[in-house]
């Protein structure tokens, strides 16, 4: 049981280059969600997916896309890569829509520098 | 001014101290307080949760929430060092699509020993 799976771990792309972050769950949770994490600001939500075929935007969207492919894989992308989307990326899935199930499973982490 | 606000330290202190740590919140609709551990180049990995005012308790571990100060903490007794971490707070909030997870900045705790 691989519970949430990030890919790659580790990138560097110049300014100006795209790159899709991939995430897969297998525990069959509905939601999924995308954050960033940079020194002394925590984790701060990009975007999430209450359920297959729903998205919206979190606290900071701007630069990034999400595709909710099915209801296993939620894909982040930057289309234009700056120097400000330095940061370890994390993918998470709670276990539930309410507020009773909210333990969020996160996967390993994606560090990437833009360069 | 962000929604959790929690100090990020570090905090260090001697192995077998009793370690404090604590964040507030401005949101009134936030249902579920929650800390997260998360080790160097790890996931955060949730350690314990509480949806009323009052302590949990979970060996070493209690949560504390005061939902009139809008003030949550975590105590750790007899710490470890096996405890250094960062200790991330985490508060559910019943947006429109679904829940999110609000976190806190995450505290960094080391435990000499």
């Known amino acids: 049981n691989a519970g949430v799976t990030q890919t790659p771990k580790f990138q560097v792309l110049k300014t100006g280059q795209s790159m899709t972050l991939q995430c897969a769950q297998d525990m069959n949770h509905n939601s999924m969600y995308w954050y960033r994490q940079d020194p002394g600001m925590g984790l701060r939500l990009i975007y999430y997916s209450a359920s297959e075929g729903t998205t919206d935007k979190g606290e900071v969207p701007n630069g990034y896309n999400v595709s909710r492919l099915n209801k296993r894989e939620f894909s982040l992308r930057l289309e234009s890569a700056a120097p400000s989307q330095t940061s370890v990326y994390f993918c998470a899935s709670p276990t539930g829509n309410s507020a009773w199930n909210t333990e969020a499973f996160f996967g390993q982490g994606t560090r990437l520098t833009v360069v | 001014q962000k929604e959790v606000e929690q100090d990020p330290g570090p905090l260090s202190v001697p192995e077998g101290a009793i370690v404090s740590l604590n964040c507030t919140y401005s949101?009134?609709?936030?249902?579920?307080f929650m800390w997260y551990r998360q080790y160097s180049r790890k996931g955060p990995e949730l350690l314990m949760y509480t949806y009323s005012s009052g302590n949990k308790e979970d060996g070493r571990f209690t949560a504390q929430v005061d939902k009139s100060s809008k003030y949550i903490s975590l105590f750790i007794r007899d710490s470890q060092p096996s405890d250094s971490a960062t200790y991330l707070c985490?508060?559910?909030?019943?947006?429109?699509?679904?829940?999110?997870?609000?976190f806190g900045a995450g505290t960094i705790l080391r435990v000499k020993s």
């Open positions: 985490a508060m559910s909030d019943p947006g429109e699509y679904g829940n999110k997870l609000v």
């Open positions: 949101n009134s609709a936030f249902q579920y």
